[in-house]
C-alpha cells in the first residue's frame, strides 16, 4: 500500500531558541508538505518557539527524549503529559545516542513507547547495529530483537501509529551511509517482524525510515526504496540543504 513518507529533523544539541526561530521561519516557506509529513525534532528548551513558529503550517514538533514515568522526583526530566500539553505530536525514542551515553535499553524504551502511546504521542523508535554486530552478521537478528522488545504491549491500533527509525550506528554522524540496497534489505526484515507480531496489513501501514547520513545527494534514492518511507535526518537537518531532502 501507499505510505506517505514522513522527514522527521534531529537536531540533536544545536541551536538556541533565538538561532531555532530564525533557521524555521527560513526554512518553512521553502518546502513542500504535501509530498511528505515533516517534523522537526528539537531540544526541549526550543520547542516553545519552533511550536509558534510553525504555526499556520503543516509542519510538526517532535521531542527528542521523555521519561517513562508521569511524573515525580526524576531532576532534568520531561514526562509526556508535559509534553502533549505543550503541543507536541512526536517523540524520538531509544535512539543510540541515548544508549549509549544515558544508558537506555530495549526495556526502558519498551516503557518510553508504551507511555508515549498512551499520551496520543507518536514514538519515533530507532533500532541499529554497531560495525561490529554487522560484520558479526547478526544485524537481522538484532532489529528484530530491538523491534519486538521495544512493542511489547503495543496493541495492533496502536501500531498504525509507530514510526520505526533504522539507524545504522556506523552510519550516524560519520558521513558513511548504508548504501541503498542495505538500508532496504533490513527495512524489509524490520517489516517482516512487525508482520509476525501483528499481520501483514498492519506491517503495511507502518512507516519506516532509514537515518544515517542522510543528506541531498542521497535522500532520493534511498526514499525510493520499497520499504523506507523517508528519513531521520541529523547533521543535514541543521543546514540549507534540508530543504532539498525534504523536497527530494
Request: charge should be neutral.
Amino acid at each position: 500500500m501507499s505510505r506517505k513518507k514522513i522527514i522527521a529533523g534531529n537536531w540533536k544539541m544545536n541551536l538556541t531558541p533565538s538561532e531555532a526561530k530564525e533557521f524555521v521561519t527560513n526554512l518553512k516557506s521553502k518546502i513542500n508538505t504535501d509530498k511528505c509529513d515533516v517534523v522537526l525534532c528539537v531540544p526541549a528548551i526550543d520547542i516553545p518557539v519552533v511550536l509558534d513558529t510553525v504555526k499556520g503550517t503543516n509542519i510538526e514538533v517532535g521531542a527528542q527524549n521523555m521519561h517513562f514515568e508521569e511524573n515525580g522526583a526524576f531532576t532534568g526530566e520531561i514526562s509526556a503529559r508535559m509534553l502533549t500539553d505543550m503541543g507536541v505530536k512526536y517523540v524520538i525514542i531509544g535512539h543510540s545516542e541515548r544508549r549509549e551515553y544515558f544508558g537506555e535499553t530495549d526495556q526502558t524504551v519498551n516503557k518510553k513507547v508504551l507511555k508515549a502511546l498512551n499520551n496520543h504521542i507518536i514514538p519515533i523508535i530507532c533500532i541499529g547495529e554497531t560495525l561490529q554486530q554487522r560484520e558479526e552478521g547478526i544485524t537481522v537478528d538484532l532489529v528484530r530483537l530491538q523491534t519486538k522488545i521495544a512493542l511489547k504491549g503495543v496493541s495492533r491500533e496502536q501500531a498504525k501509529n509507530i514510526v520505526i527509525a533504522y539507524e545504522p550506528i556506523w552510519a550516524i554522524g560519520t558521513g558513511k551511509t548504508a548504501t541503498s540496497q542495505q538500508a532496504e534489505e533490513v527495512c524489509k526484515a524490520i517489516r517482516e517482524v512487525l508482520g509476525e507480531i501483528y499481520n501483514v496489513d498492519i506491517a503495511s501501514k507502518i512507516r519506516i525510515q532509514y537515518g544515517g547520513s542522510v543528506n541531498a545527494s542521497n535522500a532520493s534514492e534511498l526514499f525510493s526504496m520499497p520499504n523506507i518511507d523517508g528519513g531521520l535526518v541529523g547533521g543535514a537537518s541543521l543546514k540549507p540543504e534540508f530543504e532539498q531532502v525534504i523536497n527530494f
